[in-house]
């Protein structure tokens, strides 16, 4: 229980994520079903019942990941405030719990259902579990305007889901089609469809900024506002990747250009679900336009990203402190923290020392310095200058071993904390799922550079995994009390993640275009630079 307390900031995000990730597989396949893929042939046959299976499993997922987040969070009332079951049976989020299990199941058993000839049935359920997640979201916790902003959530959350929960089904649609004129005719429906989910998710998006975060300062002023601004980039670039899609639509429908509608849909849908992970990381936060104190001026902002040398000495452990989440575990073991005053997942507001600060700078600026020439050996590789540049990968090995070395002085090797007993902290645990992930992708993608791997799926490992890195980069713990120094890291960290996003995704494409397609050659030099450009703003940033 202890290490569920510890953690649960943590997860509690990643299951909103996942939570919010198979809505949409099950509302978009449910829509595409009935708006899409209207025919009684054979050719529509196959393609109905791949949509039902995954449909079908998709709603299972949600039920479980409901589940599981019900059973969590409470808990973690029974443990840490004191509550009987009775109490916690009551609570909001069961009741939507509840509510989006017996929906999803109801989807279940009619997308299973022989011979489920009424797709429109299940538009019901859909709407149900579409329900219980505006039950759990900022607009039902205001004392003002509850209504209209659970409806503007509930367009904004749908449109989502039949947009990219239908790019997937249209993907899986294409592939089963029995020629490309076949192909043509579903991506045209699914196009109608696509645009007008876009144009609601758009005003609906723009009417939510404007009620929770309020004003322009505190875009960029608090987390929350951070937060809204990295997930509009992303949406940007959705929009862009979406743009590239609607041309190839419009195009003959060729085989080529089915082929590359294909990989940039999955790039979409890649970006997509890293874009529905950081609006749940937003549900974590309190809204911008409730925190009037503690905002980040401009100037703090110039002040902190102002060009400066790098700082490549660096102080002793014994200067720094104790670790300020091991001092809290062990208050409320013994007892002398409140469990009522015990937030989980949240490590403590004490403001880091000097010497803490002058540590995580040396750890960024060295980290920095391995990824901009990580980043430069890829260009030379690319440009096929030289042949040991494509060795480029090991780098990451470097950095791999200077993160789990540096990044938490408290813990084994360097500090006296235990391995196993130091996951407890959910920072730690994120910077070891960071090791394991950069140590992956050097051996991998060195394999692939060196000709040593030549599969297709072998190859595309470098960019999933810098995506899902980037994306995990996301879900860094936030304060909520806004403390200043944390929204400072958090605009430090939120263009790295963008940039890895970037990364990951243009080297799928790259790997997935055919060469005979001319965006194939712009992803060659995009990943690249994007490695370049972390590693300058690595390289600059700053605590103090």
């Not at 538009?123 to 039950?135: G, Q, R, W």
């Not at 100037?299 to 014994?318: K, T």
């Not at 391995?419 to 994120?430: H, M, Q």
């Not at 243009?506 to 590693?535: F, H, Q, Y």
Request: charged content about 15%; proline content about 4%; overall charge positive.
């Amino acid at each position: 229980m202890a290490r569920l307390l510890q953690i649960f900031g943590f997860l509690s995000v990643l299951f909103r994520g996942a939570t919010l990730s198979f809505e949409s597989l099950t509302i978009g396949g449910i829509v595409f079903l009935n708006f899409v893929t209207r025919g009684e042939s054979n050719q529509w046959e196959a393609i109905h019942q791949a949509c039902l299976r995954w449909i079908r499993r998709a709603a299972m997922a949600l039920a479980v990941m409901q589940l599981a987040y019900i059973l969590a969070s409470t808990l973690i009332l029974m443990q840490s405030a004191d509550m009987a079951l009775g109490d916690v049976s009551g609570a909001n989020f069961v009741l939507a719990g509840i509510l989006a299990i017996a929906s999803a199941l109801a989807v279940a058993l009619l997308a299973g259902a022989q011979p489920p000839r009424n797709y429109a049935v299940m538009l019901v359920p859909a709407a149900l579990i579409l329900i219980s997640s505006v039950m759990t979201s900022h607009a039902m916790a205001r004392l003002e305007y509850r209504f209209p902003l659970g409806v503007v959530t509930a367009l904004h959350q749908g449109a989502t889901a039949t947009w990219l929960g239908g790019l997937f089904y249209l993907l899986m649609a294409i592939a089963r089609s029995p020629d490309n004129q076949f192909a043509g005719q579903l991506v045209a429906r699914f196009s109608k469809l696509a645009l007008l989910s876009v144009a609601v998710l758009a005003a609906a998006g723009f009417t939510l900024g404007v009620a929770y975060v309020g004003s322009l300062d505190a875009v960029y002023g608090t987390s929350y506002g951070i937060m809204v601004a990295t997930k509009v980039i992303l949406f940007g670039t959705l929009l862009l990747l979406g743009a590239l899609n609607f041309q190839i639509a419009r195009s003959p429908s060729g085989g080529a250009a089915i082929a590359s509608l294909r990989r940039f849909g999955e790039a979409e849908i890649g970006i997509g679900i890293t874009v529905i992970l950081t609006a749940a990381s937003l549900t974590s936060l309190p809204p911008a336009v409730d925190l009037k104190t503690d905002r980040v001026s401009t100037q703090e902002i110039s002040a902190r990203l102002a060009p400066n040398f790098p700082r490549l000495a660096s102080p002793s452990i014994a200067d720094l402190p104790e670790d300020v989440y091991a001092a809290q575990v062990k208050a409320f073991d013994a007892g002398t923290l409140s469990s009522a005053s015990f937030v989980p997942g949240q490590a403590g507001t004490r403001p880091n020392t000097p010497a803490e600060k002058s540590w995580s700078e040396y750890n960024h600026h060295w980290a920095g310095l391995i990824v901009l020439a990580t980043g430069l050996l890829a260009f030379l590789a690319q440009a096929n200058h030289s042949r040991w540049a494509r060795n480029w990968p090991l780098m990451f090995l470097g950095l791999a071993l200077f993160l789990f070395l540096r990044s938490d002085p408290e813990t084994w090797p360097l500090g006296p904390n235990g391995f196993w007993v130091t996951l407890e902290d959910p920072e730690v645990l994120l910077h070891r799922v960071f090791v394991l992930l950069v140590s992956a992708l050097a051996i991998f993608e060195w394999r692939v550079q060196t000709g040593r791997v030549a599969t297709q799926r072998a190859r595309l490992i470098f960019p999933a995994l810098v995506a899902v890195a980037s994306a995990l980069l996301l879900t860094h713990s936030h304060s909520l009390g806004n403390i200043k120094e944390e929204v400072l890291a958090e605009l430090s960290h939120a263009p790295l993640a963008v940039l890895g996003i970037v990364a990951g995704w243009s080297r799928w494409l790259e790997l997935r275009l055919s060469s005979e397609n001319k965006m194939r050659d712009k992803m060659a030099w995009l990943w690249p630079t994007c490695l370049v450009l972390i590693g300058l703003l690595l390289l600059n940033y700053r605590e103090m």
